[in-house]
């Protein structure tokens, strides 16, 4: 059967909208987008309502590209229907660090006799002159360039910035140096994350087998709403601990943090590994609580952030894809449902002890991420 998607907005998410397509410069699918969704919305919040028929004659759009923008929005919420999402394609690795190496240093030459300056399909055909290789497309030169951060069409900032790189390696390494330390009654070591989740619920009810009849499914889906999942987890002991709360604001994330502190009511000192978000901040607690209370949570713990894009140093972002492929991986409708099943996946999760084995390690970093680091001249 058709699968159909009802589009609800709140007042936040039509505030949101209005606002895209009255000012502002945004690409033209981001602002069509917006016009689809806020004239498919069937909240409480929609004076007149409008069918299919009329919305893809107005806009002169087809049928199709209407059901997939209600589809991305009833499943994967309305940032990813703005702004779309990253690529899970996987190619396979034309370039290895050799050629790599060939093709910084080319772009970092003075450009061949004619031409002002390096274009990505001049570095692709000199690359192959030279025999560097085969045959390669510009698209690939692009990727090597942008991994680097290099830019060899402008006059300058083509070298990779020393003070990004520097503060990026800075506080990697000292997430790394906590994943070293040695189990601890006193000393705990904790990681913590956080991730979205939309609800979504089936609005009709599958029609049961009978003698002779398979059952039938009429598809039919509306978004609920969005809520957010909060991540604490201890490596070394496999024991984790999640939260579902209607928001992540700073409040929340503060509420969060006591509730870790309880649970280790007896350490002297906990040092809680996070990503650098702008709630995640020791002002947070003050904000929620008073200024007693604030500064005593605050004393229990040693706050390490990861580096800006360098989420994949919290292993508590581990815990969160085992939670999403094992729990999570279905449509959800109701908040107090998700709750529960979240509850049974924790005690199910604890009772396993299962650790997480964590190998990288500051010298793998100064190989394997050596790009990342500033050039000392001696």
Known sequence: MQRKYIVTLTKEERSELEGIISKG??????????????NCDEGPYQKEKHTNEVISSVLNISMRKIDRVKKRFVEEGIDVTLNGKESERVYEKKIDGDLEAHIIALSCSDPPEGHSQWSLRLLAD????????????????????????????????????????????????????????????????VCMDESPKQLISETR????????????????????????IFMACEPLTGKRMVEVTERKTKRDWAQFIEKISKKYDSAKLITLIMDNY?????????EAFHPEKAKRLLDRFELISTPKHGSWLNMAEIELNVLNKQCLNRRIGDKQVLINEIRAWETYRNGLNTKINWQFTTADARVKLKRLYPTIEV
Not at 205 to 227: H, L, M, Q, T
């Open 126 to 189: 000199k690359a192959v002159e030279l025999e560097y290789i085969d045959s390669i497309s510009y698209e690939s030169i692009r990727r090597v360039l942008k991994k680097n951060e290099l830019k060899p069409w402008k006059k300058i900032g083509w070298v990779i910035p020393p003070e990004q790189n520097s503060s990026f390696v800075a506080q990697m390494e000292m997430v790394l140096d906590v994943y070293k330390r040695s189990f601890s009654v006193l000393y705990p070591v």
């Open 278 to 286: 702008n709630t995640h901040t020791p002002g947070s607690f003050y």
């Open 205 to 228: 009810s599958k029609i049961p087998a009978s003698f002779g009849k398979p059952a039938k499914y009429d598809y039919e889906y509306r978004r609920e709403g969005v809520c957010n």
């Open 25 to 38: 410069k945004h690409k033209s699918q981001k602002y069509q987008n917006a016009l689809v969704l806020l």
